[in-house]
């Protein structure tokens, strides 16, 4: 996947990589098939997260991050059945490459057969997961793939197994606890800012058009 931006970034993200951009007071992006890909072909999966910013935080500057899967920390656990591919946040001492604004933590979370994963530290924060492939156990119930899982924020911990394998996409974050207000690709808290950062995107003020 190529990726190009309105402040100058460029990069291709090869199978297993990410890309973490914050699109602040404004930027214009393609994500698109570079080239080669064009000419050879063949599958293409793809996850995209809309991460929401405080409102204190909307208007920063725009920024982004390109990681290949070999610059994502691989981290073993229940004896190598489970591996932690941190992208941000910490686990146990070690801190994944991407700096969240916010505190949030990210991962993909690869379980082998028999795999038995405890989490812990999650009490009052909002837990995003998803079943991206096989299926998992979580609290007495099974998410199977393409699904997402609905959790409360009551609980400290979370335990996560699989029978037969799974490839999870797994975060938390402290609530933002602000309205939100949405239109086409602009999310703000009012109605109001959204109408201001149309107004700032039709007068060029995101940077140059792609």
């Known amino acids: 996947l190529a990726h190009q931006d309105s402040a100058g970034h460029e990069s291709v993200i090869r199978a ?40 204190r935080l909307k208007m920063s ?12 920390p691989a981290l ?13 946040g910490d686990w146990e001492g070690a801190s994944g490459p991407v700096r ?24 009052g924060r909002n ?7 096989g299926s998992a156990a979580i609290g007495g119930d099974t998410a199977s793939a393409f699904h997402l899982a609905e959790l409360s924020d009551q609980g400290d911990e979370l335990v996560l197994e699989s029978e037969h394998g799974a490839l999870l996409l797994f975060g938390h974050a402290e609530p933002i606890g602000e ?24 007068a060029g003020r995101f940077g140059p058009a792609l």
């Open 16 to 55: 297993g990589g990410v890309q973490w951009m914050t699109a602040g007071r404004g930027i214009i992006h393609a994500e698109v098939s570079p080239s080669d890909f064009r000419q050879r072909g063949g599958p293409l999966e793809i996850l995209q997260l809309w991460v929401n910013l405080p409102a």
């Open 61 to 72: 500057e725009p920024a982004y991050t390109g990681l290949q899967r070999g610059e994502i």
């Open 76 to 88: 073993a656990a229940d004896g190598g059945k489970a591996t932690i591919n941190l992208i941000a």
């Open 100 to 123: 969240s604004l916010t505190g949030v933590f990210m991962s993909t979370i690869e379980l082998r057969a028999g795999a038995r994963l405890r989490i812990a530290g999650l009490l």
């Open 127 to 133: 837990v995003f997961l998803y079943v991206a492939r």
């Open 179 to 202: 309205p939100v207000f949405s239109h086409g690709p602009f999310v703000m808290n009012t109605r109001e800012e959204i109408v201001a950062a149309i107004d700032d995107f039709q």
